[in-house]
Nanobody
């Protein structure tokens, strides 16, 4: 079993910044990619960014140049630095990871609200 716990969400003004953190415990496969997804009300969950243990990253076009994903040194953590936030970034943000059987796990999510 893998447990993922996100933190760092909250309220930000347009143009502001937030930093999300996700810590994995249990049988996390640290060499597998970890990622951030988000789900806005009435919309499907969508990819935000992923990062491999080797440092390769991938971003949704909507966040390129504004968000930065990174892995911690122990590789069981993943961060999302969000700058230049927009109201359309408002969503519940989820991190994910895999165990050695390639089973995907999700955290419980953290709410990000961008509003003036």
């Amino acid at each position: 079993q893998v447990q993922l716990v996100e933190s760092g969400g909250g309220l930000a003004q347009p143009g502001g910044s937030l930093r999300l953190s996700c810590v994995a415990s249990g049988s996390i496969f640290t060499t597998a990619p970890m990622g951030w997804y988000r789900q806005a009300p009435g919309k499907q969950r969508e990819l935000v960014a992923t990062a491999t243990s080797g440092g390769s990253t991938n971003y949704a076009d909507s966040v390129k140049g504004r968000f930065t994903i990174s892995r911690g040194n122990a590789k069981n953590t993943v961060y999302l630095q969000m700058n230049s936030l927009k109201p359309e970034d408002t969503a519940v943000y989820y991190c994910n990871g895999f165990d050695a059987r390639a089973t995907m796990y999700w955290g419980q999510g953290t709410q990000v609200t961008v509003s003036s």
